[in-house]
């Protein structure tokens, strides 16, 4: 993998050329975009990150508009030169890092049916637009996605490597907390898009450690109940600083896991 172009995903067989097809989104589609959106954005001043609050703004979503992939691609492009990359919905791990380490955002189109307001096994387009997009607008959130995704297609192969990436990526973009000002905000996509997450990720039922690599990746996670632990970051820049550490560690414990 280290061998080949970085642009090596955009010739790959497995990546389908797909588009969003905004005139075929129904009235269901847009009622369930609307409460969705107006559900969750009221608890979202006092909860989520200010690059957040300031990304939505930027990226343009509104409560009425399902959101509009040329749209964002446009407010991107000005912003941090990322776009987004139209999928089916879960793909293999090396095009999900091949793309992202390209800048591209994976993004699937499909909103979730009225009788799944609150619960879906794999995320539809409301979770990958409405709590991800906003923030691809701040420049040390995407670069930190960028490189990571590079130490992942370095090990690619290895399955535990990958694992322990997982972790990172499951306890800082989608399940990640920052402090702004002394007080916990929210960053992680899984808590963004979720009203309850919100409240208790926030609250003093779950623990709440300081942001430690080492201690992340040997942390597992599940995915069908809140977690149970969150870490905190102190600003996206920390986050960014620490691709170091992380490369280091991974190749520590991807060596001990081998002898």
Not at 92 to 108: A, I, P
Not at 178 to 193: C, D, K, M, V
Not at 197 to 205: A, G, I, M, N, P
Not at 222 to 249: G, H, P
Request: include cysteine; proline fraction near 3%.
């Amino acid at each position: 993998m280290t061998n080949k172009p970085k642009d090596w995903v955009f010739t790959d067989p497995r990546l389908q050329e797909l588009r969003q097809d905004y005139a075929a989104y129904t009235e269901e589609d847009f009622n369930v975009w609307k409460i969705l959106f107006d559900r969750q954005i009221v608890n979202l001043p006092e909860a989520a990150s200010e690059a957040y609050l300031k990304g939505i703004k930027e990226i343009g979503f509104t409560a009425d508009k399902i959101a509009d992939f040329e749209d964002v691609n446009r407010r991107l492009e000005h912003s941090t030169g990322w776009s987004i990359q139209v999928v089916p919905g879960l793909i293999d791990d090396d095009l999900f890092f091949g793309l992202m380490n390209n800048k591209r955002f994976c993004s699937s189109t499909w909103l979730r049916k009225m009788e799944q307001l609150d619960y879906l096994e794999e995320p539809d387009m409301f979770h990958d637009a409405f709590a991800h997009m906003p923030l691809l607008t701040n420049q040390h959130y995407v670069d930190f996605l960028e490189d990571l995704s590079g130490i992942a297609l370095k090990h690619i192969e290895n399955k535990w490597a990958i694992e322990l990436l997982s972790r990172i990526y499951w306890f800082t973009i989608e399940f990640g907390l920052i402090r702004e000002n002394g007080q916990l905000r929210i960053y992680g996509a899984g808590i963004l898009s979720s009203a309850g997450e919100t409240k208790y990720s926030l609250s003093s039922e779950p623990a709440h450690y300081e942001y430690d690599v080492r201690k992340i990746m040997n942390t597992p996670y599940w995915k069908d109940k809140f977690q149970d632990k969150y870490f905190i970051i102190e600003s996206y820049e920390q986050l960014y600083q620490s691709l170091s550490e992380i490369e280091a560690v991974l190749e520590e414990m991807v060596t001990e896991e081998a002898k």
